[in-house]
Structures are given as structure tokens and as C-alpha cells.
Nanobody, 128 residues
Framework: QVQLIESGGGLVQAEGSLRLSCAASGATFSTAAMGWFRQAPGKEREFIATIWWNGGNTYYADSIKGRFTISKDNAKNTVYLQMNSLKPEDTAVYYC?????????????????????WGQGTQVTVSS
């Protein structure tokens, strides 16, 4: 079955940077869209960014545009989230997810229900 393992979270001061990684296995991901979500305490899970595996098209949430960048390394089956200029409000558990059979002719997925498999999450804490 599909396995997604996030890493790279931790404690960082405001204005600092982190790079999260999501290592994917257990499926062919050439048909997939990969996404990042986050969930802060007391809040619903929030869409962050997504990338099309074949071609690299991306879509970002307005809340993080200009600060976060999603990228991928096809050879390593890994998706990254580079987070710069971090703010305390970015504190959350960050989750990687995959929509295995997403059509390249459809808009990139940005809803939780669009994704079929999820990682366990990695904690990001931004201190002031």
C-alpha cells in the first residue's frame, strides 16, 4: 500500500526557514498529484500546496504564496516543501498526501477529500 513519510519538522524562530520532505513508496506516482496540508490545534486541516508529478505544475494557498515552495525529485520519489519567512501562525502539524489518479486535465486538487493517502505528519513549531 501507499506509504508517505514526512520529515524535516522542528522548532524554528520567526523569520527562519525549514524544508519538509515527503518520501513516497508503494505505488506508481507518475499519475499523481502530491499535496501538503497543515493542521493547527483547534483548527481544520488547511490546504497548503500541490504539485503534479508529471510536469511539475503547482498551486498554492493564498496564505503562504511567496513564502513556501513545493518541489519534487522524481528519482527519489520525494516531494519537498521549502518554508521561508516562517511566522508563529505557521505552527502546525504538516501532512503530505497523494491523489494517485488525478487527471492532468483537471485543476490540481486542493480539497482534503481529493487525496486518498496521507502521511503521519511532522510538527513545525515557530517561536516568536
Amino acid at each position: 500500500q501507499v506509504q508517505l513519510i514526512e520529515s524535516g519538522g522542528g522548532l524554528v524562530q520567526a523569520e527562519g526557514s525549514l524544508r519538509l520532505s515527503c518520501a513516497a513508496s508503494g505505488a506508481t506516482f507518475s499519475t499523481a498529484a502530491m499535496g501538503w496540508f497543515r493542521q493547527a490545534p483547534g483548527k481544520e486541516r488547511e490546504f497548503i500546496a500541490t504539485i503534479w508529478w508529471n510536469g511539475g505544475n503547482t498551486y498554492y494557498a493564498d496564505s503562504i504564496k511567496g513564502r513556501f515552495t513545493i518541489s519534487k525529485d522524481n528519482a527519489k520519489n520525494t516531494v519537498y516543501l521549502q518554508m521561508n519567512s516562517l511566522k508563529p501562525e505557521d505552527t502546525a502539524v504538516y501532512y503530505c498526501a497523494v491523489a494517485l489518479y488525478w487527471s492532468p486535465h483537471a485543476p490540481l486538487p486542493r480539497r482534503e477529500v481529493d487525496y486518498g493517502s496521507w502521511g503521519q505528519g511532522t510538527q513545525v513549531t515557530v517561536s516568536s
